[in-house]
């Protein structure tokens, strides 16, 4: 019903930057949030970066100041620009998204399929 595709991943070397962009689209009737988390091998899913109606942004600690995330609500679309990257930032980065499924009465969370991000040293 409802996809959230990312791109923009890769290998970058360290001080680099990259950009993810992530698009939803399905049957979407409301989007509340959108944002990005990442996983590293071995650790817990945690959160990087989000944006919610309302509310404005959110990041982690270890990224502020490096990193900006966008949303484009016309396009269902959110954005991480991502500086000053760093070996500590290698992992794979997933969109997030806190909508309203067209019918539903509920709004649900969902992810993208994830892509990844290697900074080398």
């Known amino acids: 019903q409802v996809q959230l595709v990312e791109s923009g991943g890769g290998l970058v070397q360290a001080g680099g930057s990259l950009r993810l962009s992530c698009a939803a689209s399905g049957r979407i009737s409301s989007i509340n949030s959108m944002g990005w988390y990442r996983q590293a091998p071995g650790s817990q899913r945690e959160l990087v970066a989000t944006y919610t109606n309302g509310v404005g942004k959110k990041y982690a600690e270890d990224v502020k100041g490096r990193f900006t995330v966008y949303k484009d609500n016309g396009k269902n679309m959110v954005y991480l620009q991502m500086n000053s990257l760093s070996p500590e930032d290698t992992a794979t980065y997933y969109c997030?998204?806190?909508?309203?499924?067209?019918?539903?009465?509920?709004?649900?969370?969902?992810w993208g399929q994830g892509t990844q991000v290697t900074v080398s040293s």
């Open positions: 997030y998204a806190h909508l309203l499924v067209l019918e539903s009465t509920t709004y649900s969370d969902h």
